[in-house]
């Protein structure tokens, strides 16, 4: 029996000596992508969990299930060193690139406590959950809200950084907010609504915070609402809609505060520890949520990068047409298939094409589809070349444009848009300038005096008659 236990001891260490070995090989070896960056983290993070659960096995007494030892096969390392492990992500999220929060921002705009707006403006305001009131807050449409938020980027971060820890970064946040919220230094929760137990509802059976008026308490029936109100030692005979009007009473006003009539007889000793335990509820429930957002919000600061990256894709995306954002796509594609492994592989360019954001030539189907071979000139800007018609039409707003306008003496305004000469240019200003001209206002001839007879005259007129006497 001990030479069975010693076998798998000895075959344990030898499985975690290859995991560490395959680890430390992988990680010597530097990607070239993105992609293949992230399948390497996922890939040590395999070998990881294969070393604790091999450790795991180690301490524990196998041998009592399974006296006979069992010498375990080796997969072939270098097949282990090429895997490339499945990672879910939605198009959106572009293997990693980008958050796809659109789902929590329709929860969020439809709720009590968000607002109408752009999804690029969610993606700003999500993280600064102190600017929501507190009585908003204390919801359970907020607390759901928050919890979908915190699963979200917790998944997120896992997926696109699985050698991080996610339990230690919680457990340093949970230090750091004992000692904040025991001071009372919580961002957003400094001290509010922890004096009192204002929400009485938050130890009710039925959240009030759902019903906007006594009426949709009714709907609930006689038995649901009685066994509320016996929670809160109120009354709880009368018709259902007594019942409802009395507990709707409870959503605005403390319990304390309440007309003694609406109590069951002999409760005094009752509210006041229903006080003190919705009081001591209610402290809790601010200290968990609180939490959750301290959480989330470490999140957002190790995803800032990705929550930027994450704005500007969308506001690019919202000044392209359709077919833009399709050769976006295909480009991206392209790009990833295309990437090689070695870094300083020569770059072979025929065809001289312009080089993309990677350092590459860009396809040459994207360079047909903007026309980039075709040359604009501007003697406005010195006769600098500009090349595909995108880019033309832009320039006309750019500083080099606006500084040639300028030297002119002439105003960069609609009225010059695809003129790029000089002479053109100028022709055009005095063109503008005469017709300001007939239209503009001249006092001597349009200017109208009138004498006692009634007869009606223009200044220059009306002045030389008067100076001769005949008016």
């Not at 450790?55 to 009592?64: A, P, Q, S, V």
Request: hydrophobic letters at 30%.
């Amino acid at each position: 029996m001990s030479s069975t236990v010693l076998e798998r001891t000895r075959c344990a260490h030898e499985e975690i000596e290859r995991l560490e070995r395959l680890a430390v090989k992988d990680l010597q070896h530097e990607p070239s992508t993105t992609r293949e960056r992230l399948f390497q983290n996922h890939r040590v993070r395999g070998f990881v969990d294969n070393i604790i659960h091999t450790t795991d096995e180690l301490i524990r007494e196998y041998h009592r299930k399974f006296p006979v030892a069992r010498v375990v096969e080796a997969p072939d390392d270098e097949e282990s060193l090429k895997e490339e492990p499945y990672i879910e992500f939605s198009g959106e999220e572009a293997f990693g690139r980008y958050l796809d929060m659109h789902g929590l921002y329709n929860e969020y705009i439809n709720s009590k406590f968000g607002e109408k707006i752009e999804y690029s403006a969610y993606l700003d305001v999500f993280p600064q959950t102190h600017k929501i009131p507190l009585n908003l807050k204390l919801t359970r449409q907020y607390r759901e809200y928050l919890d979908h938020v915190l699963d979200y980027l917790t998944s997120f971060f896992q997926r696109t950084e699985p050698l991080q820890d996610v339990d230690r970064i919680f457990s340093k946040v949970e230090a750091e907010f004992e000692e904040r919220w025991a001071d009372g230094n919580v961002h957003g929760w400094e001290g509010k609504g922890l004096e009192n137990g204002n929400s009485t509802n938050q130890g009710a059976i039925i959240d009030l915070d759902y019903y906007d008026n006594a009426d949709e308490l009714v709907s609930l029936g006689p038995k649901k609402l009685k066994e509320a109100l016996a929670a809160l030692s109120l009354k709880s005979g009368g018709t259902v809609q007594q019942r409802a009007e009395r507990l709707f009473l409870t959503k605005h006003t403390p319990l304390e505060k309440l007309d003694r009539k609406h109590f069951a007889k002999g409760s005094t000793h009752v509210i006041e520890q229903n006080n003190a335990a919705t009081h001591s509820q209610h402290i809790s429930t601010c200290k968990d949520m609180a939490l959750t957002e301290v959480k989330m919000q470490r999140l957002c600061e190790l995803l800032d990068e990705t929550i930027v990256r994450t704005k500007e894709n969308v506001e690019k995306k919202q000044a392209l047409t359709y077919e833009e954002m399709e050769a976006e796509r295909e480009e991206e594609e392209v790009q990833a298939e295309s990437e090689s492994d070695e870094d300083e592989q020569q770059i072979y360019n025929p065809l001289k094409l312009p080089m993309g954001w990677d350092g590459k030539p860009i396809p040459y189907w994207l360079y047909k589809l903007h026309g980039l071979g075709q040359e604009f000139k501007c003697e406005i800007c010195g006769n600098h070349s500009y090349w595909g018609r995108r880019a033309f039409e832009r320039h006309f707003k750019e500083w080099r444009h606006q500084h040639g306008m300028r030297c002119l003496g002439i105003p960069n305004t609609k009225n010059f848009n695809e003129i790029t000469s000089i002479k053109e240019a100028k022709v055009l200003w005095e063109k503008i300038q005469e017709r300001q001209g007939v239209n503009k206002w001249r006092p001597e001839l349009e200017e109208e005096y009138e004498d006692k007879d009634g007869n009606i005259y223009n200044k220059k007129t009306f002045t030389d008659l008067r100076r001769q006497g005949l008016i």
